[in-house]
């Protein structure tokens, strides 16, 4: 890192050490450790009618500090995103397989399986509800959640509609809310999906899954592991 004198003449490097063709960066390491010599070196060869006041020494110190500093604290951050890339790439490795709450209004029933999902409740009530909607447009069951305090509360489908028999297995529309007033409000839903696999890309900055039905998402749009 060349450093300014003000009030000396230019400085050979080669005569601290440092030699000449190195690269910028062997330069910039090598006139950190050479500090305190080229201080030294230009008190030595300054004006002695015109001497480096006490404020500009210091400041010239502050100078180098603070670029110094500022350079091992980018090093140590790099380090940090790189910790932070390498630990996301771990969690969300250890997803698949797994299935996770994403917002979304289409549901998958499996055969055998109940629909997961979940709604994002403002406020603690009483009066929520979702309804399932075959592909068709029918609505085939409504159920209320209950008293549930604010924030996701999950439910669960098992596929059966409101003439008691089982829905074949397939995709579902899922729309919920609730009451007030004799009003309704719709809410935002969630639904289930089960990770099939997990891309890295970027050092693991932009690590992204693909769930069973083939939708790519990033590891932000997950709301919950289940």
């Known amino acids: 890192m060349p450093i300014s004198m003000p009030g000396s003449n230019d400085l050979d490097l080669s005569t601290l050490g440092v030699p000449q063709g190195q690269s910028q960066r062997e330069r910039t390491e090598l006139g950190q450790e050479q500090f305190l010599e080229l201080m030294v070196t230009q008190l030595q060869n300054q004006d002695p009618f015109q001497p480096m006041e006490n404020g ?12 110094s500093g500022i350079g091992d604290m980018s090093a140590a951050l790099d380090q940090l995103a790189e910790s932070l890339y390498s630990s996301q790439a771990l969690q969300a ?7 996770v ?3 979304g209004s289409v549901g998958q029933l499996g055969d055998g399986e109940s629909l997961k999902g979940a709604v994002d409740l403002p406020f603690a009530t009483g009066n929520a509800f979702v309804r399932v909607t075959a592909p068709n447009g029918q609505i085939i069951r409504e159920f209320a959640l209950g008293n549930r305090g604010a924030g996701l509360t999950n439910f669960e489908w098992d596929g059966t509609q409101a003439d ?13 809310g609730y009451t007030q007033n004799g009003e309704e409000t719709a809410l935002s839903t969630l639904v289930s999906t089960r990770v099939a ?22 590891l932000s749009q997950i709301r919950a592991v289940l």
């Open 56 to 67: 500009e020494f210091l400041g010239q110190m502050a100078q180098f500090s603070t670029v």
């Open 93 to 99: 490795s250890s997803m698949i397989g797994r299935s």
């Open 101 to 103: 709450l994403t917002e």
């Open 164 to 176: 008691g028999t089982v829905a074949a297995p397939g995709e579902y529309f899922l729309t919920a």
């Open 197 to 218: 696999s997990v891309s890295l890309s970027g050092g693991g900055a932009n690590t992204r899954i693909t769930t069973e039905a083939g939708e790519e998402l990033s």
